[in-house]
């Protein structure tokens, strides 16, 4: 069981930069695969950014692919989604998720991930 809480979220002027983190709970944190999902009002909630649990494989939507980076800190229990010149667009609402087991092909499925957290607003005013 992985119990997860994000913070971060905030509003920011277009072009600006923000950190989200996600807490987890839990001894087999390191075990995850973790990724952060957005959901705008009126759309479907959608893939982000992912993380293998040792650190070493990443990978990300082409809408944020050389703007956003994402990492994790074990010792911490702690994912991060750096967001950099961020958008109008990029406003919604940021989920972090967790997968006890998942594959390349299902890596941006939300449908691959257990574990979600409460979710943290993002506004990015033009």
């Known amino acids: 069981q992985v119990q997860l809480v994000e913070s971060g979220g905030q509003l920011v002027q277009a072009g600006g930069s923000l950190r989200l983190s996600c807490a987890g709970s839990?001894?087999?944190?390191?075990?995850?695969?973790m990724g952060w999902f957005r959901q705008a009002p009126g759309k479907e909630r959608e893939f982000v950014a992912a993380?293998?649990?040792?650190?070493?494989?990443?990978y990300y939507a082409d809408s944020v692919k050389g703007r956003f980076t994402i990492s994790r800190d074990n010792a911490k229990s702690t994912v991060y989604l750096q967001m950099n010149s961020l958008r109008p667009e990029d406003t919604a609402v940021y989920y972090c998720?967790?997968?006890?087991?998942?594959?390349?092909?299902?890596?941006?499925?939300?449908?691959?991930?257990?574990?979600w957290g409460q979710g943290t607003q993002v506004t990015v005013s033009p």
């Open positions: 839990g001894r087999t944190f390191n075990t995850y695969t």
């Open positions: 993380i293998r649990w040792s650190g070493g494989s990443t």
């Open positions: 998720a967790a997968s006890a087991s998942i594959t390349e092909s299902t890596m941006m499925s939300k449908h691959a991930y257990n574990y």
